[in-house]
Structure formats: structure tokens, C-alpha cells
């Protein structure tokens, strides 16, 4: 028993002394000149690697350009969007309250395709590229939201949500630099066996090769993607089902049927509307 004690006693004035050692002025095995080395040499070791870390990087960015990505897909080919941005479209006909999300959803995404805006910008040539290499300061070809007709939210302000024939935007993911070769336009269908009734804006579906190339985020500043609506023409014995539409980008070089890319040049999304 007495033995124990004076163990544990050992054992508590041996940490003691650890943390503070009167006899050789230790603090926690060592002493203060030591202390002060190693503080010196993670000081001077956690400098030299910051520095190294800064001089890297630094490096790296001297070998970026402002205006173009270093590193870019192999083939560059734009994956489609919808607006609103939902793949579940469910509309209530009766029920403002309920479409009113996907309305507010496709207000707010034309405020850049606001005409007055866009009378701002360059009303370009039609139907071919407009290259502009050499010039500092991009010019933007003109997209007016009134282009988009029956799906511009101006003289219908549900977008046709309202009466059950809803439209959905298409757009193409922005790629610095893509030439599409030939006369892109969206084509969508219906997965069924009857087709379904769609009317697109601008006509056709087109897409005017005037809105390429783009010269990317800095240099092409209020730059705005040409846009294709589709307006699905349901009739009543449309409603209640879930439809799936899908939407492809035709009529030229860019990729639509990837396997692996879901959303490489086409899209699919569901609606279903209810009286
Ligand atoms: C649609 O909305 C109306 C009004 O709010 C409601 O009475 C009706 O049950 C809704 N229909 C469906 C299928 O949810
Ligand atoms: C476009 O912008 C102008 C001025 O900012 C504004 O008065 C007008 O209401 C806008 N139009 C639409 C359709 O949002
Ligand atoms: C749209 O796609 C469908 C199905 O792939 C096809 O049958 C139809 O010819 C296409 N329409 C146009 C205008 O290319």
C-alpha cells in the first residue's frame, strides 16, 4: 500500500518537473535557447516553403492569358439548357400560384434580353460569323426578348402557362471561341407515338451563326446567347400525362448524341399540365 503511494507520487512530481523543472530551468524538456532554436528553424523552414509556394505560383500565372482558357475541351461541343430551370415541369392551368415559379424563373433570365438594353448593341449581318479578332473591345450582336414572339413574356405575360400551352427556352452553353459549322436550329419531339404540336422563335428553331465566335467573360463583357423558344401546343387530351420532350441542336458540326453526355447538344425534360 505504501509502496503504491510513493509510486504515484513518483510519477505525479516527474510530471511536475516535465512541465517545469526548477534544477536545470527546463519547460517541458527543454530548454528556453532550445526553445528559441526550434522556433527559429520553423520560422525560417514555414518562410522558405511559403515562399516557394508564392514563387509557383506566381510562375503559373505569368503562363495564363486573361482572354482565353489554358485548358479546353478536346472538341469543344455546348451542352443545352432549359428555362425555367426545371426537367420536371408540372403546371396547374388554374393555379397562378403554382406556375408563377417557372414565370418569375423566365422574367428574371430575360432581363439581359431586355429590348431596350439591346438596342445598345450591334444589330449584325445575318447568317454568318461575326469574327472580330483583332479589335480590343468585343461588340455584342443584338438579342431583343421580342424576338421570342409568343414566348417573350411581353404581350403574353404568363408565357402561355396560363392557357396550358406552355414555352420553355432553349439556350446553348457558351464556348470561347466555337465556330458552328452549317445552320444550327433546335429540333424537339415528343416521346410518343403521335406527334405534338410546337411552335418555335425565332422561326425554325434557328440559331444565327452571327452570335459566334465568343470571346469569352473579359473581353466579351455583355455578350448574350442566342436563344430558341419552343412552345408546346397542348391540347386537352394532352393533359394529366407526364410528356417527355427532348430538344437537339441540328443542322450542323455540333454534337448531339454522346452516349455518355446526357446533355451534349440536346436535353430532355417532363411536362404535365392539369386544368
Ligand atoms: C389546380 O389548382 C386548383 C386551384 O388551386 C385546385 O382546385 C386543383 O385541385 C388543382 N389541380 C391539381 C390537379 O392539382
Ligand atoms: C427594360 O428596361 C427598361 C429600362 O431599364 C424598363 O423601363 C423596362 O420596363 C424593361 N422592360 C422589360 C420588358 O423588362
Ligand atoms: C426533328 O427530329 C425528328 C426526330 O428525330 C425528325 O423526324 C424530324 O425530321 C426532325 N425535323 C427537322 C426539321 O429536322
Known sequence: MANKEEKSEGKESSWK????????????????????????????????????????????????????????????????????RYLDIIVNRSNPEQYNEYVQNLENFLLDYNDTLQEQNLQCEQGKHFMQDDEEEKQVCRFKRSQLRQCSGLADKTFGYSDGQPCVLIKMNR????????????????????????????????IDPMYFPYYGKKAHANYVQPLVAV?????????????????????????????????????????????
Open 231 to 275: 412552345k408546346l401546343q397542348l391540347s386537352e387530351q394532352d393533359y394529366n400525362t407526364h410528356l417527355t420532350i427532348e430538344c437537339k441542336v441540328e443542322g450542323s458540326d455540333l454534337r448531339n448524341n454522346d452516349e455518355r453526355d446526357k446533355f451534349l447538344g440536346r436535353i430532355t425534360f417532363r411536362v404535365k399540365v392539369t386544368k
Open 175 to 206: 464556348i470561347i471561341g466555337l465556330l458552328p459549322k452549317g445552320q444550327p436550329y433546335v429540333n424537339c419531339t415528343a416521346k410518343r407515338d403521335t406527334p405534338l404540336h410546337m411552335q418555335y422563335f425565332p422561326t425554325e428553331g434557328h
Open 17 to 84: 518537473d516535465f512541465i517545469y523543472n526548477p534544477r536545470t530551468g527546463e519547460f517541458l524538456g527543454r530548454t528556453a535557447s532550445s526553445w528559441a532554436l526550434i522556433l527559429l528553424f520553423y520560422v525560417v523552414f514555414y518562410g522558405f516553403l511559403a515562399g516557394m509556394f508564392s514563387l509557383t505560383m506566381w510562375v503559373m500565372l505569368q503562363t495564363l492569358d486573361d482572354y482565353t482558357p489554358k485548358y479546353r475541351d478536346r472538341v469543344a461541343s455546348p451542352g443545352l439548357m432549359i428555362r425555367p
